[in-house]
């Protein structure tokens, strides 16, 4: 009977070691993959937050090209301006008085006289040959003196393209 006690305690004795050991086992594993999970979730918060910064600088950049480009369509805009007004006060010396200017998305329209109608067509041409495109005559009148009204039209888009940094006039034209 000694010995069946014995071998029960002993039996207990072994069975609660290893349930010990197994559980000082599952408790290691269990730290050992909450620390492997830890890392991956920081890993993945740190990649997360990359994209999101990788986004966000992707965004201001393509803001900045955007904005780059707008200014730049705002300078060339500025400067086709500035060359249609130097050649439009060229044009005052040469006797034109312009009364009106029309500008839309896509046309310009000048309305004004001459004091000859030579003096008017000669004027049309050479801002037709240095703008490198038509200045369509749209309208045109005979005033008292032979004065000429008229009313030229080309299109925006167009004249933005168009040379107009060259400041040389094709033609003096004599009023």
């Known amino acids: 009977m000694f010995h069946r006690w014995w071998t029960s305690g002993a039996g207990v004795v ?3 070691s290893l349930a010990w050991c197994g559980q000082q086992w599952q408790t290691a594993e269990t730290l050992r993959l909450q ?3 830890s890392q991956l979730q920081s890993e ?4 997360t937050q990359q994209a999101k910064d990788a986004a966000q600088q992707q965004l201001r950049q393509r803001l900045q090209v955007e904005q780059d480009l707008h200014l730049q369509r705002i300078a060339t805009h500025q400067q086709a ?4 007004h130097e050649r439009m006060q060229d ?3 040469e006797g034109l008085r312009l009364s009106r200017l029309n500008a839309d998305a896509d046309h ?3 309305h004004g006289e001459f004091s000859r109608f030579e003096a008017m067509a000669a004027a049309r041409q050479s801002l037709s040959e240095q703008w490198g495109q038509d200045l369509s005559l749209k309208d045109m009148a005979m005033g008292p003196a032979s004065q000429v009204e008229f009313v030229w039209q080309t299109t925006w888009p167009a004249l933005l393209g168009a040379r107009l940094t060259q400041a040389e ?3 003096k034209v004599q009023p």
């Open 169 to 171: 006039p094709a033609l």
């Open 14 to 16: 072994v069975g609660c």
């Open 44 to 47: 993945w918060l740190a990649r």
């Open 81 to 84: 301006w500035m060359a249609v």
């Open 35 to 37: 620390g492997a999970h």
């Open 91 to 93: 044009m005052a010396q």
């Open 108 to 110: 310009v329209a000048w």
